[in-house]
């Protein structure tokens, strides 16, 4: 690790609360880089005392100056606040690929999102107002949107910049202060985001971070009394009991964003395009498989499961596997050792259920101590089984086979999770019959593999409700800022 790199952690590595570093510590988590195993450092696990200040901080500048502002006033601050993130888009990039793995050139294009996306509802807020429902000679009625209040924000390691700024932008957007818990495994880069916010004007105490873990840190945030909206992203599991946190002293508003077991359906006329392959690829493997939306059930007819699996084998030699900083790196390593295991456990349970078959994605110089895992293929599953229905969180794909439009939307509909979708064609019949019946709560049809790729910024301009066991609560768009305000009632009785 360069000197430059062990500042950088060691400077992002405790808590912020009413803009500065909080000093107490009880107790400290050790990273590593899971590229290579060498040590990150440590960071601060917060208790009761620290999460009391940091949820009191935030009460105190809601109470003050960003609660009473005008909402251009507040725009102001949040369009400086994305253009110093724009201009410190390498430290958090770095901070990304050292925590997690993410190759380096991947992390830069994520995060470079975040200042548009922080920006475009710094704008939008100025059009949430509310509406007249009666205005008569002696009576006017108006109903109007006001900002909750202390806005709680625990968020995984997948995504530690955007995941946090999918939360906290509408969250300050519309006028709340913010307490953001990140991942026990990735905290340093969403924590940078706090000091520049501070930095860039924002009163002390409207964002805060705590860092800590789940069962510490993250529940003595969600069962909080003074917290009055909870905005979790992760695992179901977490987020069920996030939930039951959050309803145990004080019932509040919980919105849940959790996991997903999402398939892509290729209908015959999207086997035509050579390049369709990559797009299949970058769908099921990008970031190792680590994302939420990965689409890691590829259905195809049962006729083109040969050509399938040479499309994908063909792709892997396009994806390198290695070293997350070597600019020719495409994929990393799970971000831990705890992660890696349990990928590989489903491996076991894949070997049990269908045919496994290695990916050639090129893999020079893998460092022994690093959390690598190959990506591979579960051929022709049996239907039902653990591994077409459970989330594994890695670079496994199971590709299943289908007789006609019907039995691929049953197939896929046979899922506890609904949060994604991709379908394969040109085809718009189809493609309007497989979105209308996919119980998801986000459908992307691909008439191309260049599409694909352009897939991951769609989330800034669309808003979508996952379904069954992917969480619940609208995120995106108008929607998803009006999801952090309150509706009020005002009648003027003359
Ligand atoms: P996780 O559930 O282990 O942790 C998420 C966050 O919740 C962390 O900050 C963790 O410390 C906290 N947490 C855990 N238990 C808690 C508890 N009892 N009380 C309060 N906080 C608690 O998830 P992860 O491993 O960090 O991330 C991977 C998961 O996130 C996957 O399931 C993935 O699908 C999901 N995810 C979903 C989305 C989405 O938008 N739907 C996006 C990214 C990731």
């Not at 790199?5 to 009880?26: M, N, P, V, Y």
């Not at 710094?122 to 009576?139: F, K, S």
């Not at 259920?353 to 090129?362: F, H, M, N, S, V």
Request: with cysteine.
């Amino acid at each position: 690790m360069t000197q430059e790199h062990a500042a950088l952690l060691a400077r992002t590595s405790r808590s912020w609360i009413g803009g500065k570093e909080w000093s107490q510590c009880d107790a400290d988590i050790a990273h590593l880089n899971p590229a290579n195993g060498q040590s990150l450092g440590a960071s601060q696990c917060l208790g009761a005392e620290g999460v009391d200040a940091a949820v009191s901080s935030a009460r105190r500048a809601f109470q003050g100056e960003w609660g009473r502002q005008t909402t251009g006033w507040r725009t102001a601050r949040l369009l400086a606040f994305a253009d110093l993130i724009a201009r410190n888009v390498d430290d958090l990039a770095l901070l990304e690929s050292l925590e997690v793995g993410r190759p380096l050139a991947d992390a830069r294009a994520l995060v470079a999102q975040a200042p548009e996306f922080i920006r475009r509802y710094a704008r939008m807020a100025e059009v949430c107002q509310g509406d007249v429902t009666a205005a008569q000679p002696r009576l006017l009625t108006f109903s109007w949107r006001r900002p909750r209040g202390v806005v709680a924000a625990i968020v995984p390691w997948n995504f530690p910049v955007m995941a946090a700024i999918v939360r906290i932008a509408p969250a300050l957007a519309a006028g709340n202060t913010v307490v953001l818990k990140p991942s026990e495994n990735a905290p340093r880069a969403p924590r940078l985001l706090a000091s520049l916010a501070t930095e860039a004007g924002l009163p002390d105490g409207v964002f805060n971070v705590t860092l800590g873990d789940g069962a510490t840190t993250g529940r003595l945030l969600a069962q909080h009394p003074d917290v009055d909206l909870v905005s979790f992203t992760g695992s179901t599991a977490s987020g069920l009991a996030v939930s039951r946190s959050a309803v145990s002293v004080r019932a509040k508003p919980v919105i849940l964003e959790c996991g997903g077991k999402s398939p892509q359906i290729m209908l015959d006329d999207a086997f035509d395009d050579p390049a369709v392959w990559q797009g299949v690829f970058f769908s099921a493997f990008w970031n190792t498989g680590q994302w939420c939306a990965a689409r890691t059930r590829l259905l195809v007819p049962k006729s083109r499961l040969a050509e399938a699996v040479d499309g994908l084998e063909k792709a892997a030699a396009s994806w390198p596997l290695g070293d997350p900083l070597a600019p020719t790196t495409r994929l990393g390593p799970l971000v831990n050792a705890t992660q890696r295991e349990r990928v590989l456990d489903y491996f076991e349970v894949a070997r049990g259920e269908g045919r496994l078959q290695e990916l050639g994605c090129p893999s020079d110089k893998l460092d022994p101590a690093g959390q690598f895992v190959r990506p591979a293929l579960v051929i022709e599953p049996s239907r039902g089984g653990r591994i077409t229905r459970e989330e594994v969180f890695g670079p496994l794909l199971t590709v299943e086979t289908f007789t006609g439009v019907d039995d691929a939307l049953a197939q896929a509909n046979a899922s506890d999770y609904g949060l994604m979708a991709s379908v394969w064609t040109s085809r718009s019949a189809d493609a309007y019959r497989l979105a209308r019946d996919l119980e998801v709560g986000c459908v992307a049809v691909y008439s191309s593999a260049e599409a694909a790729f352009s897939s991951l910024q769609d989330f800034v301009n669309s808003y979508l409700e996952p379904q069954k066991r992917s969480g619940h609560g609208v995120d995106g768009g108008l929607p998803g800022l009006l999801a952090y305000t309150t509706a009020q009632s005002v009648s003027l009785f003359n």
